[in-house]
């Protein structure tokens, strides 16, 4: 038989627990319109309690952001195994589970938002973009990019988040079609570089090889070639 008696949380586990709850919330609605009553309702404790642990909506926003940045990283987090297209595409198709479970987060973010200017805000969106920027590269089996090349990875990542932006008003195009797209976008904007420069010209003849008729690499290229004839 139980008494009823609610455990009482440490410090650091309240301060996670109001972290997620702050995180379901503001993937649900924009943070703007999220107020800390309803934080401390979710959370069940009382609203001066919520500010016994952060000093205000700004600071548990940033907080929450912080924990959402790490799991979008890591969502470039990617096995090297097998051809690079198909490894983008896992890679796309996790940045895109993140975007569609927390929407009007990620929008706040993008768009503007309560921490948005905030020098840990925009520090913690930089990471994200510099983590997924090195991801990238260590696919590409390169450790020092030249000029052209940094340029085409920070477009394509830079175009990832303007894509996912405007899916999410409204949704119009199925999301795997985006997916796919992405990937048909960087090895687009690849070629297009190669064209320019012969560095980057065997850098896209390697990323050629290997590659299996499913691949979207392939697929690509047979679109252009019927689009061409």
Excluded: C
């Amino acid at each position: 038989m139980t008494t009823g008696v609610r455990r009482r949380m440490g410090v650091e586990e309240r301060r996670q627990q109001l972290i997620g709850v702050a995180l379901e919330l503001f993937s649900q609605r924009s943070p703007d319109d999220v107020s800390i009553d309803e934080i401390a309702s979710a959370a069940g404790i009382s609203r001066p309690l919520v500010y016994h642990y952060f000093p205000g909506k700004l600071s548990l926003y940033e907080a929450a952001l912080k924990r959402a940045s790490e799991d979008l990283a890591a969502r470039f987090a990617e096995p090297q195994e097998g051809p690079l297209g198909n490894r983008l595409l896992r890679v796309m198709r996790r940045f895109f589970d993140f975007v569609d479970d927390h929407g009007p987060g990620f929008s706040a973010l993008m768009r503007g938002g309560p921490a948005v200017g905030s020098s840990a805000t925009n520090a913690l969106v930089d990471s994200v973009r510099q983590s997924a920027y090195e991801q990238i590269l260590s696919h590409l089996g390169v450790e020092e990019p030249p000029a052209r090349l940094e340029l085409v990875v920070r477009s394509w990542i830079s175009l990832a988040e303007s894509t996912a932006l405007i899916w999410l008003d409204g949704r119009r195009i199925p999301r795997g079609e985006l997916e796919a797209q992405l990937v048909h976008d960087f090895a687009a904007l690849a070629a297009v570089s190669a064209a320019y420069d012969e560095e980057m010209a065997t850098l896209v003849r390697e990323m050629a090889l290997g590659e299996p008729a499913d691949s979207p690499f392939t697929e690509l290229a047979t679109r252009l070639i019927a689009l061409a004839s």
